[in-house]
């Protein structure tokens, strides 16, 4: 089987699930009908690992907003900006909500027990396995299998079954990783994807193994802004160079591929709604694999869409990233790594994207209204750069 086939005949079955879980919970919300708001005490409780990150505070924001759980963000470490941004949603949660959001620091990824405490009484938990650069991990994920990696991977993953499994409550257990690979195993010509890539997309099926109930919701590999912190603190950013902050500009739509390669997007505001939805139809989601994205746009498509939006008619052009360059730079920043990582795997054909084009997508917003590129741009301010302004 060629590439193409495989990638195609793949995108068409996840179509299919996607739109066979988003009927069944729609029949489910009619037959339902509006559902009053439950007491807080009432309320079952959510467990998210890992919410000083970017993504998965933006799990734990969208379902509180939901007013349909109770969550308790566990983190590491306390008195970082991250976990500041925690302690202000917490004040704000409390002023109409007391008891929705609670906060868990001291939490190590590693350690069995800890887990065991900060998923007790929990009825869910978000599952963020990493194996980034990090004060629990340390170690370096952007190699071929560094020393460590793997079993640094899996110690978290068996510290979270050890925990799971002491607590009874938890019936449900949802992670966040990579587009399901399509081509590997199937395509002749397909390469083999980065070791952390397929250490991810193993741990659904492990858990399962395991008597856990686990839903993987797939999104993809780029954020709107990836190298920004999160949405709410742009200010914030993971690097000092120009890569690390959004550079587009009149004459300019950056990318790291070519122009007309198709990638899919997503808004971590869109990754924490899905999140919600899981939760509160199990009977939907429970053992399933589920794919969404905030958009499938091609460099080309993306100029198009700012060219669009634009309140003064301002150009852009698709400008890409010398591949030479990017891997130069990768030998002297790491702020490069994963853009480079990302452009490897996709270009060199190991895999394919979940959706063809932004049409796929119209399922998702039968529940859940996309954070579109066209949003994402007046969400930078891109819709008022005026033509010949630095």
Known sequence: MDRDTAVRLGQQAIKLKNKRLIDAVLKLQQERGVQPENPVAELPLIAVTCSTGWECYA??????????????????????????????????????????????????????????????????????VTANESRAGK????????????????????????????????????????????????????????????QRLRVPAFLRGQ?????????????????????????????SSKLATNMIGENNMPGIMEEHFMVNWVDVRDVGKWVGTIFEYPEVFGNEDFSIASCALTGAQRVDVAEKVSKHGTKFAFKRFPPLLVKFLSLVTKEVIYPLRYQQWYNDKANGYDFACDEDLADLDRIHPRWTFEKKLVDWGIDEIKPGQK
């Open 59 to 128: 799990v734990v924001q969208e379902l509180t907003l939901t007013r349909k759980f109770r969550v308790r963000a566990l983190y590491r470490t306390e008195g970082t900006k991250a976990a500041k941004r925690l302690e202000t949603l917490l004040a704000e949660t409390e002023k109409t909500h007391p008891g929705l959001l609670t906060l868990h620091p001291g939490v190590d990824m590693f350690s069995e027990e800890k887990l065991t405490e900060a998923f007790k009484d929990a009825s869910g938990v978000v599952l963020y």
């Open 139 to 198: 170690i370096d994920n952007h190699g071929n299998d560094p020393v460590g990696g793997r079993p640094v991977v899996m110690r978290q993953v068996m510290a979270m079954i050890g925990a799971i499994k002491a607590n009874p409550s938890v019936k449900h257990a949802v992670t966040l990783t990579f587009p399901v690979d399509k081509v590997r195993g199937l395509a002749a010509d397909g390469p083999e994807a980065p070791w952390w890539i397929q």
């Open 211 to 239: 008597g856990i109930t686990t839903t993987c919701l797939h999104r993809p590999a780029y954020y709107y802004g990836m190298h920004r912190v999160d949405y709410t603190d742009t200010a914030e950013i993971r690097g």
